[in-house]
T-cell receptor, first 116, second 109 residues
Framework: DTGVSQDPRHKITKRGQNVTFRCDPI?????LYWYRQTLGQGPEFLTY????????KSRLLSDRFSAERPKGSFSTLEIQRTEQGDSAMYLC??????????????FGPGTRLTVL | KNEVEQSPQNLTAQEGEFITINCSYS?????LHWLQQHPGGGIVSLFM???GKKKHGRLIATINIQEKHSSLHITASHPRDSAVYIC???????????FGTGTRLQVTL
């Protein structure tokens, strides 16, 4: 399977614990996006990378959140001191410069986080 | 007011019916996307369009740039079409997506 993969698919944690999610984009896609989707809502943009550079962060990304893409391939999203409000589906997507734009994004299956 | 709004939020149809989902946006876009999300979360891209109309099988997507409005049509609906359909706008040099809240479609026999 050469699509976007995310690990783990599900994570249950207790409030106050740290969690880390991983996203492996489609090979050679140099853009990688993180989105968060709460129950009954559409996804919301969190941050994106072009190669290893983090180019934009949403104000939704408090200082408890950090994302990295150290070698321009896979990315990690860490949440420190989790809160119940962090419970959501965390989606990763990747894209490449196709036809002059990065508009077409391919999504991973998501990581569903439950904070107890 | 959300930058991308969809209607209806929920839709129930009988098999064979023609379905329309509407999307209005207030931001400048480089492309408008229609996405499908099944239970469990996975998102699949159905269409990406910046003008006119696209068709794939029983699905048709249209966009009116002047009116900032797009529609997704499903002809001869089938229970396997049951899913959440999400409209999203690509904006800015980041091409990040701004999503609508989704339309939950249930097609019954």
């Amino acid at each position: 399977d050469t699509g976007v993969s995310q690990d783990p698919r599900h994570k249950i944690t207790k409030r106050g614990q740290n969690v880390t999610f991983r996203c492996d984009p489609i090979s050679e896609h140099n853009r990688l996006y993180w989105y968060r989707q709460t129950l009954g809502q559409g996804p919301e943009f969190l941050t994106y990378f072009q190669n290893e550079a983090q180019l934009e962060k949403s104000r939704l990304l408090s200082d408890r959140f950090s994302a990295e893409r150290p070698k321009g391939s896979f990315s990690t999203l860490e949440i420190q001191r989790t809160e119940q409000g962090d419970s959501a589906m965390y989606l990763c997507a990747s894209s490449s410069l196709l036809g002059g734009s990065y508009n077409e994004q391919f999504f991973g299956p998501g990581t569903r986080l439950t904070v107890l | 007011k959300n930058e991308v709004e969809q209607s209806p939020q929920n839709l129930t149809a009988q098999e064979g019916e023609f379905i329309t989902i509407n999307c209005s946006y207030s931001v400048g876009i480089s492309a408008l996307h229609w996405l499908q999300q099944h239970p469990g979360g996975g998102i699949v891209s159905l269409f990406m369009l910046s003008s006119g109309k696209k068709k794939h099988g029983r699905l048709i997507a249209t966009i009116n740039i002047q009116e900032k409005h797009s529609s997704l049509h499903i002809t001869a609906s089938h229970p396997r079409d049951s899913a959440v359909y999400i409209c999203a706008a690509s904006t800015g040099t980041a091409s990040k997506l701004t999503f609508g809240t989704g339309t939950r479609l249930q097609v019954t026999l």
